[in-house]
């Protein structure tokens, strides 16, 4: 089977690249030869490699500047997977979608399910949002898996910003009143590979079975819940970097893009569905930066 992946240098394309490794031909390609922005090219890489699966974790994820650029924002996180599911149909290939907890409004005070109501507040949340629903309207076998506060040790991330900042100052004012889950980008392709490994892709039998047993949408996030400012001081804790942490609200921190104040996802359908077990977001946080 030809999988191929798009955004290879991301953050989770980078570890899905290694992690889907003997599932298939791996056809990995970066935003320089396949830009999301430009549908004609999407659709003409997909002809080109003719893929079985198709999986994308590329994606418009600047929230703030998305609120000032809503069409790139809108034709990256929801045009553009249209386009690959369509391309999916047109294949009989299946594809896998990653998502976010700013689907949710963020005002209910336990984790979310799949089954619950979306809402979300902010443009790249409305884009990614957009997303799902465009690929679910194609009728293909499909993964849309929901993610949150995604980090790593590459790209951009709150992580990176953190140590980064806390070795230029001697303080640092960090928002404690939201509430998610920091979840590990290799976390997340290691348990799309175990769950994609179930699906045996060399038995074409059992891999269209697995797709009408186990498609839909599922929340892949680390265990545990934790807020920026209980987050970083526990990236602190772990690297020995050296800064004093002072809490502060939403209200005091004003952002163009309005945040989830409670985005904490439940994986519980994950684990049954795939038999796996996620991390706590502390385990995963001291064995990325081991």
Not at 93 to 121: I, L
Not at 219 to 248: N, V
Request: proline residues 6%.
């Amino acid at each position: 089977m030809k999988i191929l992946l798009t955004g290879s240098t991301g953050q989770v394309g980078y570890e899905l690249e290694r992690s889907l490794q003997g599932l298939g031909e791996v056809i990995a390609v970066d935003r320089d030869r396949m830009d999301l922005a430009d549908l004609d090219q999407v659709r003409d890489v997909i002809r080109s490699v003719r893929p079985g699966l198709i999986v994308n974790p590329a994606a418009y994820t600047a929230v703030d500047k998305a609120q000032s650029e809503p069409e790139l924002a809108h034709r990256v996180n929801a045009e553009a997977p249209g386009v690959m599911a369509q391309e999916a149909a047109r294949l009989g290939a299946a594809m896998v979608h990653y998502s976010t907890d700013y689907v949710f409004d963020g005002t209910a005070p336990q984790p979310r399910v799949e089954g619950d109501a979306t809402g979300p507040v902010s443009v790249y949340g409305h884009s990614k949002l957009a997303g799902e629903q465009a690929i679910a309207a194609a009728g293909i076998p499909h993964l849309i898996l929901r993610t949150s506060w995604v980090y790593g040790m590459r790209g951009k991330n709150f992580l990176l910003t953190m140590m980064r900042l806390a070795r230029e100052r001697d303080e640092l004012r960090i928002v404690n009143d939201q509430h998610g889950a920091p979840t590990w980008s290799r976390t997340i392709a290691d348990t799309t590979a175990l769950m994609l490994a179930q699906a045996r892709p060399g038995d074409p039998a059992a891999w269209q079975q697995w797709w009408r047993q186990h498609g839909g949408t599922y929340h892949l996030s680390s265990q545990g819940q934790t807020t920026w400012f209980e987050f970083t001081a526990a990236i602190l804790a772990e690297t020995g970097i050296d800064c004093r942490l002072t809490p502060i609200t939403t209200a005091e921190y004003p952002l163009p893009a309005q945040r989830p104040q409670y985005s904490v996802l439940s994986s519980a359908k994950l684990m049954a569905a795939a038999d796996v077990h996620l991390p706590h977001w502390k385990e995963a946080l001291r064995l990325c930066l081991k």
